[in-house]
């Protein structure tokens, strides 16, 4: 993706999140389990992306340098989340309109720069409108260029964050082919001479099996898909 498609982007995951979270609470109540987030409910996955989007803006509004001069929200109301989170992808929305890409700001990354901040968010925003809509039972697909672009984001930016010292002893490749995006990439390039398998998909769903949203079940697989999910579940993000 380019620059300047990632706030559209953003804006249009924003509006659906909010849209099937509101439909998702008529449904099934706060309490609902969310199925990519066993661990949370409803409710904790909307104060989640409220809290991450709240301290995004904070950074690229303050254009932090460094985090630890920010101040956490302390919980609202479930009653009152809808709202809350409403108004935090506003803010979000709102600095990053506001921000040059290339304004130096802190992140966790190598990157530190608001472009990195904007990528993030699109794909933070991405993934968790799929958790909702998964809760609501009305999952809609991953724009191409979004899933495609997620994908990237997580063989440059998660696998190496996740194993800083290379990939693991006992590695072997796995393509993952994306036939909406006319695309194709590899986890653990070079780490054997033949990949252990091919993995055929839309790029959403391949971007949601990395990050353990679908079974790889969802997709078509040419190999030992045992082994295909072992490579995946190596980029231990926890």
Do not use: K
């Amino acid at each position: 993706m380019e620059l300047h498609e990632y706030l559209p982007a953003l804006r249009r995951s924003n509006a659906r999140f909010a849209e099937a979270a509101a439909a998702a609470v008529l449904a099934h109540g706060w309490a609902a389990r969310v199925p990519g987030c066993p661990d949370w409910t409803l409710a904790d996955l909307v104060w989640h992306l409220a809290e991450v989007q709240r301290f995004w803006a904070w950074v690229v509004r303050t254009r932090a340098q460094d985090p630890s001069a920010y101040e956490r929200p302390v919980r609202h109301p479930d009653d009152e989340l809808l709202g809350y989170a409403a108004a935090r992808s506003a803010e979000l929305e709102a600095a990053l309109a506001e921000g040059d890409p290339a304004d130096r700001v802190w992140t966790w990354a190598l990157q530190q720069d608001v472009a990195f901040v904007l990528r993030r968010q699109v794909q933070e925003a991405a993934v968790h409108t799929v958790d909702v809509e998964q809760v609501l039972g009305d999952v809609r697909p991953v724009p191409a260029d979004v899933g495609l672009d997620g994908l990237d984001e997580w063989l440059e930016v998660m696998v190496p964050g996740a194993l800083p010292d290379g990939p693991p002893p006992d590695a072997s490749p796995v393509v993952l082919r994306a036939v909406d995006a006319e695309a194709e990439r590899t986890l653990f390039p070079g780490s054997r001479p033949v990949p252990v398998a091919t993995l055929t998909g839309t790029a959403g769903d391949l971007l949601l099996a990395v990050w353990r949203r679908v079974p790889l079940d969802v997709l078509t697989v040419d190999g030992d898909g045992v082994q295909a999910a072992a490579m995946i579940a190596s980029v231990d993000l926890e």
